[in-house]
């Protein structure tokens, strides 16, 4: 099933504010020298990363290109 290209945008541009929403936590922790705080975001930083690149890998091609072709079945 394709998925519209407006829902996968939608779900990039989601992912990118929490992304923001999540630095400007960094930011007032850093001001406040809360250590332990941005030890937590770190990690949260870490994950949004990677859902902000999942979000975007959202309209690849069923087809590829994907998986170098020595995966391919």
């Known amino acids: ?3 519209p ?3 996968c945008e939608a779900a990039y541009q ?3 504010n929490n992304t923001k929403q999540i630095n400007l ?3 007032a922790a850093a001001r406040e020298n809360d250590h332990a705080t941005r030890v937590i975001l770190q990690w949260f930083i870490t994950e949004q990363l990677a859902e902000e690149k999942q979000a975007g890998d ?3 091609p ?3 290109p994907y ?5 391919r079945y």
């Open 25 to 27: 936590l960094m930011d």
């Open 14 to 16: 989601a992912e990118v």
């Open 1 to 3: 099933m394709l998925i």
């Open 62 to 64: 069923v087809e590829g």
């Open 58 to 60: 959202i309209d690849v």
């Open 67 to 71: 998986k170098p072709d020595h995966y």
């Open 5 to 7: 290209q407006s829902r």
